[in-house]
């Protein structure tokens, strides 16, 4: 079955960076698209970005365009989300999903804050 294990979120401050990764298993990664969502608290889920199957071409959020770079490593099965100048309302929980599956991950808790 689909599994998908995020990873690498934390405590950040304002301006800091952190790097997600979503580890990918029970299908071919390298023929899907993969994508990042957050949910905030007290917040509906927000679709962030994604990313293609070959990762020819990405797309973001117009909150995080700049700021976020998503990529890929086929050959890992691990799907990245590099963040950068993190801001306060950045704080979520980051799930990445391929969106032809229904499977979620636990997701991986982001906080930014002095």
């Known amino acids: 079955q689909v599994q998908l294990v995020e990873s690498g979120g934390g405590l950040a401050q304002p301006g800091g960076s952190l790097r997600l990764s979503c580890a990918a298993s029970g299908f071919t990664f390298s023929n899907y698209g993969m994508t990042w969502a957050r949910r905030a608290p007290g917040k509906g889920l927000e679709w962030v970005s994604g990313?293609?199957?070959?990762?020819?071409?990405?797309y973001y959020e117009d909150s995080v365009k700049g700021r976020f770079t998503i990529s890929r490593d086929n050959a890992k099965n691990t799907v990245y989300l590099q963040m950068n100048n993190l801001k306060p309302e950045d704080t979520a929980v980051y799930y990445c999903k391929a969106p032809q599956f229904p499977s979620w991950g636990q997701g991986t808790q982001v906080t930014v804050s002095m």
């Open positions: 990313i293609w199957a070959d990762g020819s071409d990405t």
